[in-house]
C-alpha cells in the first residue's frame, strides 16, 4: 500500500466549475502538507502549503488538512482553462524532512 | 533571475551504457533532489544533497549515483542504464531547513533501448 493515496484521473470540468482535489494518506507523521501543479512537459512548481491540520486560502485556491481522517483536499473555483495541469500532492513528516509525492491528478478545465 | 537548468532535455540510450544527466541552479540552494517520474508512480527520490560532498540515497537509488563538489551542481550518473530506468528525470532545490518549498527543474526524458 502506498504512503500517500491519490486518483490519478483524468479529471475533465467545465469552466467556472468548482473543482475538488484529494489525498489520503497512512502515516500520521506527516505534518506538511503540499500542493504542486505542474504543466505539460514542465517540472513541478509550489501551489499551496499548509502546516499541521486546518485550512488556508490564496486566491481561487483553498487547502484543507483534516489529520483525524489522513484526508487533504485542494479546492479550485471559478475554474479557468488555464487550471488544466496535473496536480500533485506531497507530504513531509518535518520541515527538513524528504517529501513523499502522490501521482499526481490530471485535470482539464473546457472552455 | 535564478533558475535550474536540466541537461540534456532528451536523450536515448542503449542497455549496458553509462549516463549521466546535469543539473545546475542560479538559487544558491544548499539542498539539491533527483526524482524520476513515472505513469502510477509520480515522483520517487532517487538521491538528495544538503550540501557540498555530502550526498544521501532516496527510496529507488540503485543504479544511480551522484556527487556533490560545488554548491550550483548535482549530476546523476546511470551507472549501466537499463530499460526500467526510461523515465523523465527532474532535478530540484530547497533552501536552507525547508524541504517543503522545492524549485524544479524542466526534466530530462531518458529512453533506455
Known amino acids: 500500500q502506498k504512503e500517500v493515496e491519490q486518483d490519478p484521473g483524468p479529471l475533465s470540468v467545465p469552466e467556472g466549475a468548482i473543482v475538488s482535489l484529494n489525498c489520503t494518506y497512512s502515516?500520521?507523521?506527516?505534518?506538511?502538507f503540499m500542493w504542486y501543479r505542474q504543466y505539460s512537459r514542465k517540472g513541478p512548481e509550489l501551489l499551496m502549503y499548509?502546516?499541521?491540520?486546518g485550512n488556508k486560502e490564496d486566491g481561487r485556491f483553498t487547502a484543507q488538512v483534516d489529520k483525524s481522517s489522513k484526508y487533504i483536499s485542494l479546492f479550485i473555483r471559478d475554474s479557468q482553462p488555464s487550471d488544466s495541469a496535473t496536480y500533485l500532492c506531497?507530504?513531509?513528516?518535518?520541515?527538513?524532512?524528504?517529501?513523499?509525492f502522490g501521482e499526481g491528478t490530471q485535470l482539464t478545465v473546457n472552455p | 533571475d535564478a533558475e535550474i537548468t536540466q541537461s540534456p532535455r532528451h536523450k536515448i540510450t542503449e542497455t549496458g551504457r553509462q549516463v549521466t544527466l546535469a543539473c545546475h541552479q542560479t538559487?544558491?540552494?544548499?539542498?539539491m533532489f533527483w526524482y524520476r517520474q513515472d505513469l502510477g508512480h509520480g515522483l520517487r527520490l532517487i538521491h538528495y544533497?544538503?550540501?557540498?560532498?555530502?550526498?544521501n540515497k532516496g527510496e529507488v537509488s540503485d543504479g544511480y549515483s551522484v556527487s556533490r563538489s560545488n554548491t550550483e551542481d548535482l549530476p546523476l550518473t546511470l551507472e549501466s542504464a537499463a530499460s526500467s530506468q526510461t523515465s523523465v528525470y527532474f532535478c530540484?532545490?530547497?533552501?536552507?531547513?525547508?524541504?517543503?518549498?522545492?524549485?524544479f527543474g524542466p526534466g530530462t526524458r531518458l529512453t533506455v533501448t
Open positions: 530540484a532545490t530547497s533552501a536552507g531547513t525547508s524541504f517543503h518549498e522545492q524549485y
Open positions: 502515516n500520521s507523521a506527516f505534518q506538511y
Open positions: 499548509t502546516y499541521s491540520s
Open positions: 506531497a507530504m513531509g513528516r518535518t520541515s527538513g524532512s524528504r517529501l513523499t
Open positions: 538559487w544558491n540552494h544548499n539542498n
Open positions: 544533497s544538503y550540501g557540498v560532498q555530502d550526498t
